[in-house]
């Protein structure tokens, strides 16, 4: 498989004293499932802004599925890149089968309207996302993992190979933070996809992500298999807390150690 | 429940609107002080001796003005809509950057300095309007992007803080005014439509028409940017050629209806929220309706202002607040109830 996303030497920061990324450099194989892990302020979401254009790297190259992120118009880019930001919902009570097709709206024609295969592709989102039943309610009725799911949907139905999200999870309750890491899975196996997801939650990227980039302060960054990068003494230095390691078949799972963790003195080694 | 929206829906509700608007204004040039006859007015202008004094009132008088309204009330509310879209913000009207103050400022410098030329057969107030106008929106559009790109919260708050010194140098002029030209200002200010000239009027018209078609041509960019720059940018749109397209075409529109007939509130603000509370946010719907049902609110509002207390007249700034105010409450009211209903 090719590299969908070739990252190299990028860096990026307001003013150069005050670097935020440094001299990163890595590929994405078309069709894998990455989480961005990190402590706050390490500048995962920097990163993905960069990776969709939002904001333009100080030094380094991009490249999307072969070619420089700039040498897109931003049409272009979108039928490349699909992005999935933390909620927001408009003033306005746009509904969600408006909403799913505004990602359409590159491929408009003269007059502004959809078309038939622009309908099907919002129909496909609507229904792989399980949001059909309510695609007529205004989106400020639903909620937070309702919402979430149209948004994914929304990201779909613009057909993009690449899907970046930020924090897909956050303000979701267990059920629904399972409910949409079930549903990027099934999108990247049943459509090829390419996924990059940031998350805090360490135990979800550990079972559903193929590869890992845990992204550091000062630009120290591992990126690998997801076994290799989830190590207690990898964690440990990236986050600063010490983890309970134990496994389930051939998952690990964390669980942070805080100062006042009982018996953590004694837990210190992986446990199976 | 709100279904897509499709060009066959579009069209129907656009032609039945224009349907309306038509009727509005043929039945509201048959009122006002002086009643006129349809007959009569169709017999035509009459032989040289003996004028026609209704087909008179009804071509010179009646007509121009009614035109007119449509013309302000279409462009204000396209203008709010096209604001309230950029800025993210429901409380936007078409003044909100400064147009308001930039306009009323350019009015009373030529008020007070005692311009008396006249270009094109007019007088300077409507140049310095709209020179004022624009000028204050490109003012507030520098210093936003001095704060970001665009960055909304930026240009409001300059927008408030230019419409704030503005008021406050048209508050310092107007105190060392002579009574008889502060008058004139006020009387400006609270907006007035009357035109005469045909000329001036189709040209209004195909600006402000020609305006919102292009407006149009950009409306489903405007649905995406209602998302946020960021999320819009995602979804393919321009967002710089989005924005600065929209914002001048807005500004431009606004600078002429508010050179033709001065500051009429409320249109701006009132109108694209009714629609939008009917018909949904869909600016491809929003945009056409709107300046349809600006036009038809504004006509009505004049025919009011001018029977209301005939033979005096209210200035229509006036009506289109009383008018809309409750109207628009009752709308909200009625309304979110059903939106809260979905829930």
């Given at each position: ?7 190299k ?57 072969g ?6 118009n ?11 930001r933390?909620e ?25 309207f ?9 129909n ?42 930020d ?47 845990l ?9 690998g ?13 990236v ?25 953590s ?7 199976t | ?23 509005v ?46 013309l ?23 003044y ?22 006249m ?24 210093i936003?992007?001095l ?5 909304v919260?930026g ?34 200010l ?13 040209l209004?018209?195909?600006?402000v ?12 960019q405007?649905n ?29 529109i ?16 009132l ?41 005096a ?6 009506v289109?607040a ?22």
């Open positions: 498989m090719n590299a969908i996303i070739e990252v030497n990028l860096s990026f920061g307001y003013t150069p004293q005050n670097m935020i990324l440094r001299d990163i450099s890595f590929e994405i194989k078309a069709g894998t499932f990455l989480a961005i892990a990190g402590p706050n302020g390490a500048g995962k979401s920097t990163l993905l802004n960069l990776l969709c254009r939002a904001l333009k790297q100080k030094s380094g190259t991009i490249k999307i599925d070619a420089l992120i700039e040498s897109y931003w049409e272009a880019l979108a039928g490349k890149v699909a992005v999935v933390q927001f919902v408009p003033v306005f009570g746009f509904s969600v089968i408006e909403t799913v097709l505004m990602a359409r709206t590159p491929y408009f024609g003269t007059f502004g959809e078309n038939k295969t622009d309908k099907q592709m919002v496909e989102a609507l229904e792989a996302t399980d949001t059909a039943q309510f695609s007529l309610r205004p989106l400020g009725s639903l909620s937070g993992g309702e919402r979430q799911r149209v948004f994914i949907a929304r990201a779909l139905a613009a057909n993009s190979p690449v899907l970046l999200l924090e897909p999870t956050s303000f979701l309750d267990l059920k629904h933070q399972v409910g949409i890491y079930d549903l990027l899975k099934s999108t990247q196996l049943e459509k090829g996809k390419t996924i990059v997801a940031i998350t805090h939650d360490i135990n979800l990227a550990a079972q559903y992500c193929d590869e890992i980039l992204l550091g302060a000062n630009s120290n960054y591992h990126i298999q997801t076994k290799e990068v989830f190590s207690p003494e990898q964690i440990e230095k986050f600063g807390v010490r983890t309970f390691v134990g496994s389930l078949g051939k998952e690990n799972f964390f669980v942070p150690l805080g100062k006042f963790a009982k018996d003195d004694q837990i210190t080694d992986k446990h | 429940m709100k279904e897509l929206l499709t060009p066959k829906k579009l069209i129907i509700r656009t032609v039945s609107a224009l349907i309306v608007l038509m009727a204004m043929f039945a509201c040039s048959l009122v006002g002080t002086e009643s006129i006859s349809i007959k009569e007015v169709f017999s035509g202008a009459g032989a040289q001796e003996s004028v026609n004094p209704d087909y008179e009132i009804f071509v010179r008088v009646r007509l121009p003005r009614i035109i007119l309204a449509c302000v009330g279409a462009a204000l509310a396209c203008s709010g809509v096209v604001f309230q879209a950029l800025l993210q913000n429901p409380l936007a009207d078409p909100i950057l400064g147009i308001s103050s930039g306009a009323g400022l350019g009015v009373i410098i030529a008020v007070i300095s005692g311009l008396d030329w270009l094109w057969g007019r007088s300077p107030i409507a140049f310095f309007a709209f020179a004022g106008a624009l000028g204050t929106v490109w003012l507030v559009w520098i936003g992007r704060t970001g790109k665009f960055h919260t240009l409001l708050l300059a927008g408030v803080v230019v419409n704030a010194f503005f008021s406050a140098v048209i508050m310092f002029l107007t105190s060392i005014a002579k009574s008889q030209q502060v008058h004139s200002t006020i009387f400006w609270m907006g007035n439509i009357t035109e005469e000239d045909f000329l001036v009027l189709w209004g018209t195909g600006f028409v020609g305006g919102i078609i292009a407006l149009f041509y950009i409306s489903p405007l995406a940017l209602s998302f946020g720059e960021e999320d819009a940018r995602s979804m393919g749109v321009n967002i710089a050629g989005t924005q600065i397209a929209a914002f001048a075409i807005a500004a431009a606004t600078a002429i209806a508010v050179s033709l007939s001065g500051l009429i509130g409320f249109v701006g603000l109108v694209p929220h009714a629609v939008r509370l009917v018909f949904g946010p869909d600016h491809r719907q929003l945009l056409p309706l709107s300046g349809i049902v600006g036009a038809i609110f504004l006509v009505i509002a004049d025919t009011l202002a001018r029977i209301i207390i005939a033979p007249q209210l200035p229509v700034g006036v289109t009383i008018l809309g105010g409750p109207f628009f409450l009752v709308l909200l009211v009625k309304y979110s109830r059903k939106v809260s209903w979905l829930k």
